[in-house]
T-cell receptor, first 116, second 117 residues
Framework: DTGVSQDPRHKITKRGQNVTFRCDPI?????LYWYRQTLGQGPEFLTY????????KSRLLSDRFSAERPKGSFSTLEIQRTEQGDSAMYLC??????????????FGQGTRLTVV | AQTVTQSQPEMSVQEAETVTLSCTYD???????LFWYKQPPSRQMILVIR??????QNATENRFSVNFQKAAKSFSLKISDSQLGDAAMYFC??????????????FGTGTRLKVLA
């Protein structure tokens, strides 16, 4: 296992289109996180899963965003009716838990979304 | 709600010298974890060092060490013998340790470190 994998690495879409990103976590990790990062800023939390359960979702997250993690393995993040303000790097991370409380999150390389 | 603040948008250090990056945080919790992550240009974030709040001893990883001041809610990163490969964005992050707490990682805005040859 080589780490957290995200696909695609880059996505250019027209405003109003729907996009879907995929994240494959490290296989034994039961926690999976989605973050958004804009240029010069720190990662902003979007949502996280423990196994297949979505335990928390940011209040800043528009209803146009939805995430799933069927069977507690890979996860998808969908953005409907994209807007230019959605342009950002979308980061996925995974970690062990809950018994491994002090473990760090391992990040993927991200999907860079550009909405034109 | 917890917050993490990094007040230095950019820092520079001469190769082989020492630099300290600052981080402060705000929380009402007594037990938590603090992290420093490194994000090289166009590459993924990797963990540099981790500190458990219940431990008084400052964490050290080779050339990287922290100064953890719990009462002051301060968590600075010291990089000794800086190398060109240390150039990156550095993010300070907080995570609750309570079973009933949120397990999301809360990040600061980052400090861009430049290493001068």
């Amino acid at each position: 296992d080589t780490g957290v994998s995200q696909d695609p690495r880059h996505k250019i879409t027209k405003r109003g289109q729907n996009v879907t990103f995929r994240c494959d976590p490290i296989s034994e990790h039961n926690r999976l996180y989605w973050y958004r990062q804009t240029l010069g800023q720190g990662p902003e939390f979007l949502t996280y899963f423990q196994n297949e359960a979505q335990l928390e979702k940011s209040r800043l997250l528009s209803d146009r965003f939805s995430a799933e993690r069927p069977k507690g393995s890979f996860s998808t993040l969908e953005i409907q009716r994209t807007e230019q303000g959605d342009s950002a790097m979308y980061l996925c991370a995974s970690s062990l838990g809950p018994e491994n409380w002090n473990t760090e999150a391992f990040f993927g390389q991200g999907t860079r979304l550009t909405v034109v | 709600a917890q917050t993490v603040t990094q007040s230095q948008p950019e820092m520079s250090v001469q190769e082989a010298e020492t630099v300290t990056l600052s981080c402060t945080y705000d929380t009402s919790e007594s037990d938590y974890y603090l992290f420093w992550y490194k994000q090289p240009p166009s590459r993924q974030m990797i963990l540099v060092i981790r500190q458990e709040a219940y431990k008084q001893q400052n964490a050290t990883e080779n050339r990287f060490s922290v100064n953890f001041q719990k009462a002051a809610k301060s968590f600075s990163l010291k990089i000794s013998d800086s190398q060109l490969g240390d150039a990156a964005m550095y993010f300070c992050a907080y995570r609750s340790a309570f079973a009933s707490g949120t397990y999301k990682y809360i990040f600061g805005t980052g400090t861009r470190l430049k290493v001068l040859a």
